[in-house]
């Protein structure tokens, strides 16, 4: 199961994203992966620090969330949710 936890860091604040367990052959994993690639590189291109980044796993930590950044997590977010009620034994929103 694709576990996901995201905080995308409103008005500025801190914010979080988290993924796991994503490497696996199935459609959502596939999907789930390259998500966290948009948003990794998104991250990375803002100069932020990634925590982790290796297959199936990805966490993203930062303390000041640009405009631009949470738009990208807000919408990850959106499709994230609608992956789970999609598909809830492979995805799981928190």
């Not at 604040?13 to 966290?36: K, M, P, Q």
């Amino acid at each position: 199961m694709t576990k996901i936890i995201i905080s995308p860091g409103d008005d500025g604040g801190s914010f979080f994203f988290d993924c796991e367990n994503h490497s696996g052959d199935h459609d959502v994993c596939t999907i789930a992966s390259a998500l966290c690639n948009v948003v990794a590189q998104r991250c990375m291109d803002q100069g932020y620090e990634i925590d982790i980044y290796e297959p199936g796993h990805v966490r993203i930590c930062g303390d000041k969330c640009d405009e631009g950044t949470n738009v990208v997590l807000r919408t990850v977010l959106g499709v994230f949710e609608e992956l789970q009620r999609q598909d809830p034994d492979y995805v799981k929103v928190y």
